[in-house]
T-cell receptor, first 116, second 111 residues
Framework: GAVVSQHPSRVICKSGTSVKIECRSLDFQATTMFWYRQFPKQSLMLMAT?????????EQGVEKDKFLINHASLTLSTLTVTSAHPEDSSFYIC????????????FGPGTRLTVL | RKEVEQDPGPFNVPEGATVAFNCTYS??????FFWYRQDCRKEPKLLMSVYSSGNEDGRFTAQLNRASQYISLLIRDSKLSDSATYLC????????????FGQGTELSVKP
């Protein structure tokens, strides 16, 4: 149980395009989903916290108009990188937290974004 | 100062060796602590939670010292398959359930 999927696993796009990444909890309801970004040889950095049915809470320094998050259901959250540029190239990972299991997060397999 | 600090390594050890990783956290209000393992280009996977009383899972032992805000992980009889990056993580209800990750410590176990 507690499986989280992400799609796509890998995407290469041209500068200026927008990319949507999906995060799904497959066998549980995720009241909260988290979006992280990881650059090479660096740690996971939390970008935003997404609660179902409400606006996402962004970490300091993360542009909410550039990284659009939608958490429309208890099993799906999406991250859209708008007008992507080469510096947005990174490994994006989501995690999901079950209702009543407050401290445990289950991670998706990640999406590797390369912006040319 | 980073909220969670680790020695990035790399730690290069022979098979069978015992290796210890240390981590410090700055937020004294943190309530939950974990060690995650991350393989190259993969997502992190939970290795074990860390409790004040210390906990052991096979060859792995984790310790928490709240007074010093210090967390450790001990790996005994290391295997080639233990080669990975080990992430120290702190979080808690008072932080909205957020997890703060350390930079990670790279371990390479050699034959």
């Amino acid at each position: 149980g507690a499986v989280v999927s992400q799609h796509p696993s890998r995407v290469i796009c041209k500068s200026g395009t927008s990319v949507k990444i999906e995060c799904r909890s497959l066998d549980f309801q995720a009241t909260t989903m988290f979006w992280y970004r990881q650059f090479p040889k660096q740690s996971l950095m939390l970008m935003a916290t997404s609660n179902e049915g409400s606006k996402a809470t962004y970490e300091q320094g993360v542009e909410k108009d550039k990284f659009l998050i939608n958490h429309a259901s208890l099993t799906l959250s999406t991250l859209t990188v708008t007008s992507a540029h080469p510096e947005d190239s990174s490994f994006y990972i989501c995690s999901a937290r079950q209702r009543d299991y407050y401290n445990e997060q289950f991670f998706g397999p990640g999406t590797r974004l390369t912006v040319l | 100062r980073k909220e969670v600090e680790q020695d990035p390594g790399p730690f290069n050890v022979p098979e069978g060796a015992t290796v210890a990783f240390n981590c410090t956290y700055s937020n004294s209000a943190s309530q939950s602590f974990f060690w995650y393992r991350q393989d190259c280009r993969k997502e992190p996977k939970l290795l074990m939670s860390v409790y004040s009383s210390g906990n052991e899972d096979g060859r792995f032992t984790a310790q928490l010292n709240r007074a010093s805000q210090y967390i450790s992980l001990l790996i005994r009889d290391s295997k080639l398959s233990d080669s990975a990056t080990y992430l120290c993580v702190a979080g808690g209800d008072n932080q909205g359930g957020k997890l703060i990750f350390g930079q990670g410590t790279e371990l390479s176990v050699k034959p």
